[in-house]
């Protein structure tokens, strides 16, 4: 397996994680009652669970887009010691975003944001080359 593949595996149970984290939040702020109700009414969450939420969602949005890279190098047998210090970037970034963002940590959580959509972006460009 490519590194970049075992990164994509990484980042999926990172996904997970995100996905427990806002949950288990969630929960404590609406009740499980709500929280298993067929939700008619949409739920708002605010505080942690809100931003833990935001944090998941913006990780599926990334996660797409990253996958799309490992999946040229990988198929594109483009895989290189720079596609793959790309992809742990990435990651890395993704594991920083979410305290960054469950803290409210302005500019940086946008910074650090950035730095994974920047390593992502050198994937693609690095396979394309």
Not at 56 to 74: K, P, S, W, Y
Not at 85 to 104: E, N, S, V
Not at 110 to 128: P, Y
């Amino acid at each position: 397996m490519t590194p970049e593949l075992t990164v994509l595996a990484l980042a999926g149970l990172l996904q997970v994680v995100q996905f427990v984290l806002y949950s288990v939040t969630a929960n404590l702020q609406v009740g499980p009652q709500k929280a298993m109700s067929p939700r008619d009414e949409p739920i708002h969450l605010t505080g942690i669970a809100g931003r833990f939420q935001r944090a998941m969602n913006n990780h599926f949005e990334g996660l797409v887009l990253f996958t799309i890279a490992v999946v040229v190098v990988t198929l594109g047998e483009q895989s290189t010691p720079f596609t793959a210090l790309c992809a742990h970037t990435y990651l890395i970034a993704r594991i920083l975003y979410i305290p960054a963002y469950a803290q409210g940590l302005a500019p940086w959580r946008s910074v650090i944001w950035f730095v994974g959509f920047a390593a992502t972006v050198a994937m693609l460009l690095a396979a394309l080359l």
